[in-house]
C-alpha cells in the first residue's frame, strides 16, 4: 500500500488545486465588494476579511491570501512556488477587478 509522504511545516505546497484558485476568487472578491459596499469603514472591512477568511477554511487547507502583497512576499521567502503564486496573484486581482465592477455597476444602475 502506497503512504502519502507527510509534508513538513516550512516546506512549500506544491503543484496547482483548482478548489483553492476557486476559494481565493471567491474570498477576494467578498472582501472587496464588502470593502467598497461600505465606503471602506475599518470596522466593517476587518470584520469582513476576518469572516471571508474564516469562510475559505472551512472549505479546507487552502491559501486565503486574499491581498497580492502577501503572495508576493511568500513567493520571495521561497514559501510557495512561483506556478502557485502566479496562480493566485492571477485570481486575487481578477477577484478584486470583478467584485469592483459589479459595485460600479450596481450603483450606477441604481441612477
Do not use: W
Amino acid at each position: 500500500m502506497h503512504k502519502k509522504k507527510k509534508k513538513k511545516a516550512n516546506e512549500p505546497k506544491m503543484g496547482l488545486d483548482v478548489k483553492e484558485i476557486v476559494v481565493e476568487f471567491l474570498v477576494t472578491a467578498a472582501f472587496v465588494t464588502a470593502a467598497l459596499a461600505s465606503g471602506g469603514h475599518p470596522v466593517v472591512c476587518g470584520a469582513a476579511l476576518a469572516l471571508f477568511v474564516y469562510i475559505g477554511q472551512l472549505m479546507g487547507d487552502h491559501a486565503n491570501f486574499v491581498n497580492p502583497a502577501i503572495t508576493l512576499g511568500l513567493l520571495v521567502t521561497g514559501q510557495i512556488e512561483g506556478v502557485r503564486a502566479a496562480s493566485l496573484l492571477a485570481v486575487q486581482v481578477l477577484g478584486g477587478v470583478s467584485a469592483a465592477a459589479a459595485v460600479l455597476l450596481l450603483l450606477h444602475s441604481k441612477r
